[in-house]
């Protein structure tokens, strides 16, 4: 055997393994990345549990949009304790957006087998069943399009919350980032800017119709009330005392 042939033997085996090496970091790299981003925010749910957040995915992304048209535009958000936050909009919130908030684990099985017949029957996203857990993972760490893979990495984070978090921690989180209106962030910005008091001093009704705007705050801020806000708040409000809170 020639001296060439074997060098070419070496080559084509150096070659071989370098093309598995490739694949295999082809195959690892995607999963690897995954699990970081897991872990950063796993990392970043614990902190959460300790430390209250400044502000969120959502806010950055209004307050982008904001600047956009007025590079002064600043957000309406001030953080108040959950002890400063009135039980009428705590319960007018959990009534409207998560009945079964103290029971589930996170996720509501039920509203979102619901949620995907509907979006089966329209052939595109159009509700999403999302929990108080759930819409709370979404506005620290997500965006509000509608897909299925955004909807796994929201489950995901929810049940880290879950996990990590007491539901009157998450509660207490989701009240003071959840926005009102354009660029109304938080319960006591939200009093104030539609009510002119403070979170803590909240009444029956209005609570009722700040929860009933959560789905599309921008508009309703718009708008102002409409018949079915004042019929939905109206209905919410009977509810109230068959809330439970944590």
Known sequence: MSTTTITMGKTRKVAAKS????????????????????????????????????????????????????????????????????????????????????????????????????NKRRSKVVGGGSTITQQLAKNLFLSGSRSYLRKGQEMIIAFMLETVMPKRRILEIYLNVVEFGRGVFGAEAAARYYYRTSAANLGPAQAARLAVMLPNPRYYDKRGVTNYLARRANAIQRQLRFAELP
């Open 19 to 118: 093309s598995r090496r490739w694949l295999k970091w082809l195959i690892l790299g995607p999963i690897l990345l995954v699990l970081l981003v897991q872990l950063y925010f796993f990392a970043m749910v614990c902190w959460y549990a300790v430390f209250n957040p400044s502000s969120t995915s959502f806010m950055r992304q209004q307050l982008a949009a904001l600047q956009e048209k007025n590079p002064k535009a600043q957000l309406k958000h001030q953080w108040v304790p959950y002890e400063r936050i009135s039980d009428n909009l705590k319960r007018a919130v959990v009534v409207s957006e998560d009945s079964g908030f103290i029971e589930h684990g996170g996720v509501d099985w039920e509203a979102l087998e619901k949620a995907y017949d509907k």
